[in-house]
């Protein structure tokens, strides 16, 4: 059985930071490109920031460059996301998910596995 669990979130105040981490089993993270997906309250879900298993690419949507960064420690098995310098406009339920993918990172669709979720909440 696959399962992704995603842990870190929490209430910060704007400007503060956070350390996501989305710890993986019965899958192997090195074999799939790995996403941080999130979804504000009334919102879509969007695509945070992505690591490619084609060449290790990594990708950020542009509210976040520059502030967040995304890692894979493949000993572990786990992928984080370290979030610095949070706006309210961050908060969200931050979701990690591995797909087999090499392009389309932001189609939801293609992929596999999604964890339950890690609630961040900004404080202005």
């Known amino acids: 059985e696959v399962q992704l669990v995603e842990s870190g979130g929490g209430l910060v105040q704007a400007g503060g930071s956070l350390r996501l981490s989305c710890e993986a089993s019965?899958?192997?993270?090195?074999?799939?490109?790995i996403s941080w997906f999130r979804q504000a309250p009334g919102k879509e879900r969007e695509g945070v920031s992505c690591?490619?298993?084609?060449?290790?690419?990594?990708y950020y949507t542009d509210s976040v460059k520059g502030r967040f960064t995304i890692a894979s420690d493949n000993a572990k098995n786990t992928v984080s996301l370290q979030m610095n310098s949070l706006e309210p406009e961050d908060t969200a339920v931050y979701y990690c998910?591995?797909?087999?993918?090499?392009?389309?990172?932001?189609?939801?669709?293609?992929?596999?596995?999604w964890g339950q979720g890690t609630q961040v909440t900004v404080s202005s």
């Open positions: 019965g899958v192997t993270l090195d074999d799939y490109s």
């Open positions: 690591i490619s298993s084609a060449d290790g690419s990594i």
């Open positions: 998910a591995v797909g087999a993918m090499s392009s389309n990172y932001d189609v939801q669709s293609l992929y596999d596995y």
